[in-house]
Every structure is written in structure tokens, then in C-alpha cells.
């Protein structure tokens, strides 16, 4: 089971991003899968998340108008474009996912799988 994160990288304060994350290993289709990101000294913080039905998301208040989160279940891949990006939303991006049919309540307790991060570097 790998969920492969990339699309991070440098961008000027105002820029945008697209992140991807895809799944192998076994079908995501029915997993809810969301989006963590952690800066050193602190705790891993929710970004995104969307229901396994695709349509429910949920979005943490910081990001609220900027991120959208997507999936393409027959590609395995979720998305998180990033827009208006600030220097604090510098972090590494985790990308991970729940058991099957989990809501994205559920994922936000407790993670069943992690990507490996992706680097984000806004500047000023």
C-alpha cells in the first residue's frame, strides 16, 4: 500500500499549487482521503479531506477559500489545489487516507495510511 504525494515546491506569497497523491497497492475508491501538513516543533495539522463518495469536503478554517480537494477514483488520485498561498502555509503536505466507508469525521481522529510528504515553500 504507497500513497505517493508530489506536486509541492517553491511559490511567491499569492501563487498557487497542485498537489497530487496516488494510491497503489489496493483501491482507494471507497477510502476517505484527506490532506495533513507539519511544520517543525509542531503537531501535524488537518488541511482537507473528501468522502469516499467524492462529493463531501471538509476543509480546515485557515484554508477555507483557497484549497479545493478532488479526487479521480478511476486514476487513484486526489488532488489539493492550493490558491492566495501565504508564507505560514509552509509545511510538508501529507497525504493520507482512512479504512473503506470511514467518514471524514473519522479521518480526522485517526489515519490508517500516510504518504510521504511533500515540501511547500511559500515565499514573501
Known amino acids: 500500500v504507497q500513497l505517493q504525494a508530489s506536486g509541492g515546491g517553491l511559490v511567491q506569497a499569492g501563487g498557487s499549487l497542485r498537489l497530487s497523491c496516488a494510491a497503489s497497492?489496493?483501491?482507494?475508491?471507497?477510502?476517505?482521503m484527506g490532506w495533513f501538513r507539519q511544520t517543525p516543533g509542531k503537531e501535524r495539522e488537518f488541511v482537507a479531506a473528501?468522502?469516499?463518495?467524492?462529493?463531501?469536503?471538509d476543509y480546515a478554517d485557515s484554508m477555507k477559500g483557497r484549497v479545493t480537494i478532488s479526487r479521480d477514483n478511476a486514476k487513484h488520485t486526489v488532488y489539493l489545489q492550493m490558491n492566495a498561498l501565504k508564507p505560514e502555509d509552509t509545511a510538508v503536505y501529507y497525504c493520507?487516507?482512512?479504512?473503506?466507508?470511514?467518514?471524514?469525521?473519522?479521518?480526522?481522529?485517526?489515519?490508517?495510511?500516510w504518504g510521504q510528504g511533500t515540501q511547500v515553500t511559500v515565499s514573501s
Open positions: 473528501i468522502s469516499w463518495l467524492g462529493g463531501p469536503t
Open positions: 493520507t487516507a482512512g479504512l473503506d466507508y470511514q467518514s471524514i469525521s473519522q479521518l480526522k481522529r485517526a489515519q490508517a495510511y
Open positions: 497497492g489496493r483501491t482507494f475508491s471507497r477510502a476517505v
